[in-house]
């Protein structure tokens, strides 16, 4: 049995998640989400777990696995699914079994255990009931197909446009929604925290009634909140025209693009993004045949929403309308675009349009040839807009200069940023090095802002317990890698031929009562006794794709760390040993290491025990202490002997 601190409820059939493992590709699930190219036997990509603009993202086709050498996350497809789309692990190995084409057996849940299972899970569950609810009131019900419908006609809409992104209805009467899905199963406390109902004085109520849906969806096609749109006005009170889903445990609006799940593809495709400002936006521009395009929603947009963008192209045209102060307020977004390294473009539609009725008025060829001849970089977008703004004022104009500089200087290649200051230098007749001294000293002050603003932050880390976890870690990699690899030829004390390295620090570790204190290492390492004890032997495999989440995690974090020595090959006739060459040295070596930081450990904890004996006069404990420090002292002294001088690859 494996024990852990940790648990992970499945409900699927065993043999069907070996089959999932078997049958996945993590490099075509991967790319699903981050853009990769290849290299050597590897792909690379930039992290979609942290913000970065080197790429370190490595996924391995030979391994199965990922591993970011910036942040350090790493694991299997489904470890990746997990932590991109903030899933269960059931939920994961269904998203994998849909891609697969794998039919899965599970238990289906009652109600009773659909309140036990994982709770971000459960939200998952309850929101794509809802979106199914919300399509069939539509597409099926009277007042659905009057008045629902009918408005999606009337802004022209197809059918096929329809269901492609799922839209719904939701149905006037105050709680006609939550009573469906009491009487269905669903939990009052998920659908109220899914942000679907409200609890209110008078009891539950639909937070949505008499509104058309907007489903939003993430990454990987799942609803994770709603946005709902009124179409009856009330003289005698204030309606608001859009409400949204609430923040949950599966949405945070400042992440999330609408449309980017129908867009991802696209984007990719044209290596290029076209954001616009609302729902209805991005549905007609699909309709026309433009589908690289997603939505900020109405939010003012965030640096996270542009990192997502930027996981799939580095390109991207932003849409306004003619509302000269929706524009102004929406340049504070180029700037951001230009912060992360993209190339932003801008592009104003004529007045009295906006994105949604352009596009109904245009066909795809039309639009992309409006799009092409009339995008503007970001510098002639901005200097035209604030140079109309100042009407010939001269402190005004400067104070615009100012800004195209403050641009300029967020921008982190310094080549893109010498092309726009030649630019610009051309554009207001300007010398060129006086416009880059401004661009440098905006720059300098960023910088020293971002710089005081991290120095803020307070670190606190205990040097000791991050060295200990690291030798823990050391051992179970030298375990797992090198595990069934031959260390000596003879055992004298035992007689045998051959030993293994697992069967050496197995024993080792074992004997003087040093396991990993790490849950999940100690839990590795207790399974991987079993599995020695039973076969003699244990493939590596068996961690990497292993059912428990964080232990695959872990594994694949570990069998793809960084390390010095390089394959054996020769250079200038000396001849490079690999790790595998130097086995029989390693693996003692970081064993005495582990050992001796157990051993620093144990000492501290005497001194400490010492001191409070002698506070409490207690010698009896005192002596015992004294005793025991002592030895320990003399086994440090062993073993700092044995190392010696040597440094630890």
Not at 93 to 99: D, T, W
Not at 306 to 311: A, T, V
Request: net charge negative; with cysteine; proline share 3%.
């Amino acid at each position: 049995m494996f024990r852990t601190h940790f648990h992970v409820d499945i409900v699927i059939d065993r043999n069907d998640i070996d089959r999932i493992f078997e049958a996945v590709r993590i490099v075509e699930v991967v790319e699903e989400f981050v853009q990769l190219k290849r290299r050597g036997v590897n792909f690379i990509g930039c992290c979609p777990f942290h913000n970065e603009r080197t790429p370190s993202f490595i996924v391995s086709p030979a391994k199965n696995i990922y591993k970011c050498f910036g942040c350090g996350k790493a694991g299997n497809a489904v470890n990746f699914v997990m932590e991109h789309e903030q899933l269960g692990y059931p939920e994961a190995l269904r998203f994998l079994a849909k891609k697969y084409g794998i039919e899965i057996s599970e238990k289906e849940l009652t109600p009773e255990e659909r309140q036990q299972s994982d709770r971000r899970e459960s939200l998952m569950v309850v929101s794509a009931y809802a979106a199914r609810i919300f399509q069939e009131n539509l597409h099926n019900t009277r007042e659905g197909m009057a008045i629902g419908m009918s408005y999606f006609k009337e802004r022209s809409f197809r059918e096929d446009i329809i269901r492609k992104f799922e839209l719904g209805y939701s149905l006037e009467a105050r709680n006609a929604f939550v009573q469906k899905a009491l009487k269905d199963g669903y939990k009052e406390e998920f659908l109220v925290n899914a942000g679907l109902c409200i609890n209110g004085e008078k009891g539950l109520f639909d937070r949505f009634a008499g509104r058309v849906m907007f489903p939003i969806h993430s990454l990987s096609g799942k609803v994770i909140a709603f946005g709902g749109r009124v179409l009856k006005t009330d003289k005698n009170k204030h309606i608001a025209k859009y409400v949204n889903s609430p923040e949950s445990e599966i949405y945070h609006k400042s992440n999330v693009l609408y449309g980017i799940f129908q867009a991802k593809n696209s984007i990719v495709r044209h290596r290029k993004c076209f954001l616009v400002e609302g729902y209805t936006d991005v549905i007609s521009m699909h309709q026309a045949g433009i589908e690289n395009v997603v939505a900020s929603s109405g939010t003012a947009l965030t640096t996270e929403q542009i990192r997502l963008i930027k996981r799939f192209a580095e390109n991207v045209t932003v849409l306004y309308d003619g509302d000269a102060a929706g524009i102004k307020a929406a340049l504070r977004g180029i700037d951001m675009f230009l912060q992360e390294g993209m190339n932003v473009k801008a592009l104003l539609l004529p007045d009295g349009d906006d994105p949604d009725s352009f596009s109904r008025k245009h066909s795809a060829v039309a639009l992309e040839e409006y799009f092409s001849h009339n995008e503007t970089d970001f510098i002639r977008f901005k200097a035209k807009l604030l140079l109309d703004d100042a009407q010939g004022d001269p402190i005004r104009h400067a104070s615009l200069i100012n800004e195209v500089m403050h641009s300029i200087a967020v921008i982190p290649d310094p080549i893109k940023r010498a092309v726009y200051l030649k630019e610009a230098a051309e554009m207001f007749g300007m010398d060129e090095q006086m416009l880059a001294q401004s661009a440098d000293e905006k720059r300098k002050k960023l910088f020293k802002e971002q710089r005081r603003r991290t120095e803020e932050k307070p670190v606190v880390e205990d040097t000791r317990d991050k060295e200990m976890e690291c030798a823990e870690q050391e051992i179970i990699r030298l375990l797992i890698i090198y595990g069934n690899e031959k260390l000596f030829d003879v055992d004298e004390e035992t007689g045998t031929d051959e030993v293994s390295v697992a069967g050496y620090l197995t024993e080792e570790l074992r004997t003087d009562e040093l396991e990993p204190q790490q849950p999940v290492l100690r839990a590795i390492f207790e399974e991987y006794e079993q599995q020695l004890k039973a076969s003699g032997r244990v493939d590596d495999k068996f961690f990497i794709l292993h059912p428990n989440p964080e232990v695959s995690s872990v594994v694949a974090d570990l069998i793809t760390a960084k390390y010095k020595l390089s394959s054996i090959h020769e250079h200038n006739g000396i001849q490079v040993k690999t790790e595998m060459d130097q086995l029989c040295e390693i693996v003692p070596v970081h064993l005495l290491a582990y050992k001796q930081k157990k051993i620093i450990r144990l000492l501290e904890e005497r001194f400490i025990s010492m001191q409070k004996a002698l506070e409490a006069k207690d010698l009896e404990t005192y002596d015992q202490c004294y005793a025991q420090y002592t030895a320990l002292t003399e086994i440090k002294k062993v073993i700092a002997k044995n190392l010696g001088n040597r440094v630890l690859c």
